[in-house]
């Protein structure tokens, strides 16, 4: 998912550093980081809220996230993540939580892998399954 122009690699990662850097260490600094378990049973992170002008940041972040997909063209990778933000911007937004959606997200994600590795490129490299 690297970008092969180097220029414009390092460019967004200078792009990218340079405020957020600021940001983040700034916030870091004055926010009490804790926890607290919610009315679901899964634990809300009082200091990941997400309002206000956080909301504008966010979008900056999700640019950065998704610019590598879209320029070499990773469609999949693409569709995944957005499915994936929507689900866990929805769950955020109705509980306050991102609930199980991580484990969800990561056991997918290898179950695709598993499924690739094992039965899709074999069946394309020797027309079927070994």
């Given at each position: 998912?690297?970008?092969?122009?180097?220029?414009?690699?390092?460019?967004?990662?200078?792009?990218?550093?340079?405020?957020?850097?600021?940001?983040?260490?700034?916030?870091?600094?004055?926010k009490?980081?804790?926890?607290?378990?919610?009315?679901?049973?899964?634990?809300?992170?009082?200091?990941?809220?997400?309002?206000?002008?956080?909301?504008?940041?966010?979008?900056?972040?999700?640019?950065?996230?998704?610019?590598?997909?879209?320029?070499?063209?990773?469609?999949?990778?693409?569709?995944?993540?957005?499915?994936?933000?929507?689900?866990?911007l929805?769950?955020?937004?109705?509980?306050?939580?991102?609930?199980?959606?991580?484990?969800?997200?990561?056991?997918?994600?290898m179950?695709?892998?598993?499924?690739?590795?094992?039965?899709?490129?074999?069946?394309?490299?020797?027309?079927?399954?070994?």
């Amino acid at each position: 998912m690297m970008l092969k122009n180097i220029s414009l690699r390092i460019n967004m990662l200078m792009a990218y550093c340079i405020p957020f850097f600021s940001y983040f260490i700034y916030k870091i600094s004055s926010k009490d980081f804790k926890t607290v378990v919610a009315k679901n049973g899964h634990l809300k992170w009082e200091w990941a809220d997400f309002d206000g002008s956080k909301n504008i940041l966010l979008i900056f972040w999700l640019f950065f996230l998704f610019f590598g997909l879209f320029i070499n063209e990773l469609y999949l990778g693409s569709s995944y993540a957005i499915v994936l933000l929507i689900l866990s911007l929805y769950s955020y937004n109705s509980s306050g939580t991102f609930g199980s959606l991580w484990c969800w997200s990561i056991n997918s994600l290898m179950l695709y892998y598993a499924i690739k590795i094992l039965i899709l490129m074999p069946f394309n490299e020797y027309g079927g399954i070994c």
